[in-house]
């Protein structure tokens, strides 16, 4: 699977579980880590969860290695590193203070298309 098919995987995935302010970033040049990062927010712990699995599910579905899932259990900020693409799930109380959307803003947006947002 070509990056950006997994990264519109990983979008619309975040997106039937209701993920809320979906972005990526195109990372190429800027971080050695990943190609794209996808960042989006739930509203509640349980939902975090949700979104963080669904990515996983999708993952595993599409035979796509998840090389690294963190932070499942806190609910508060999951990592899950599928290689080329990183997505980023944030709480919402937690994107914020985070804002990964500043801290890497040069990294150009990524179109996503209407199913992600």
């Not at 595993?60 to 508060?76: D, M, P, Q, S, T």
């Amino acid at each position: 699977m070509k990056e950006l098919e997994l990264l519109s995987l990983v979008a619309k995935a975040a997106d039937d579980k209701r993920a809320e302010d979906v972005i990526a970033l195109d990372m190429k040049g800027i971080s050695l880590v990943a190609d794209y990062f996808m960042i989006c927010h739930g509203n509640s712990d349980r939902q975090v969860q949700a979104i963080a699995r669904e990515i996983k599910e999708q993952a595993n579905e599409h035979e796509i290695e998840v090389k690294r899932l963190e932070g499942f259990n806190e609910a508060r900020w999951i990592l899950i590193d599928l290689g080329d693409v990183v997505a980023h799930v944030f709480h919402k109380d937690e994107r914020g203070y985070y804002n990964l959307e500043r801290l890497w803003g040069d990294a150009p947006l990524v179109s996503l298309g209407e199913e992600s947002k």
